[in-house]
């Protein structure tokens, strides 16, 4: 097991077993009639959820990575691949594109900011 895993499964099972404790003391405090408060009690439940949940987190985590994992499939990538190439005009269909609108500007000392502004 990870160490992480195995930290949030401690982590767990020790509010887990703390709040137990609490839960129990107020138990056997209101069977005595003896200063029972009700603070023990609420702070027991919500230990125990708490506690659930932080031993649950590595497996909920786990089932996240897996949905992101397996969101798109090999199949669906290409799908998606020759849908970008039609919207951008690169399906095989079409040919190549022209390319008659570009120019070559050399580069030299007296080459400006101008020469590479074109005009259509």
Do not use: C, W
């Amino acid at each position: 097991m990870e160490k992480e895993t195995m930290f949030y499964r401690i982590t767990g099972a020790a509010l887990t077993a703390v709040s137990i404790a609490l839960v129990t003391d107020y138990t056997i405090r209101a069977r005595k009639k003896t200063g029972a408060s009700v603070v023990s009690l609420l702070a027991g439940i919500a230990g125990l959820v708490a506690g659930a949940a932080i031993a649950s987190k590595p497996e909920r985590d786990a089932i996240r990575r897996l949905k992101v994992e397996n969101m798109i499939e090999e199949d669906d990538a290409e799908l998606m691949d020759q849908n970008i190439s039609e919207v951008l005009g690169l399906a095989a269909d079409r040919g190549t594109p022209e390319r008659d609108h570009l120019h070559k500007i050399e580069l030299d000392e007296e080459t400006s900011i101008e020469d590479f502004i074109f005009d259509a």
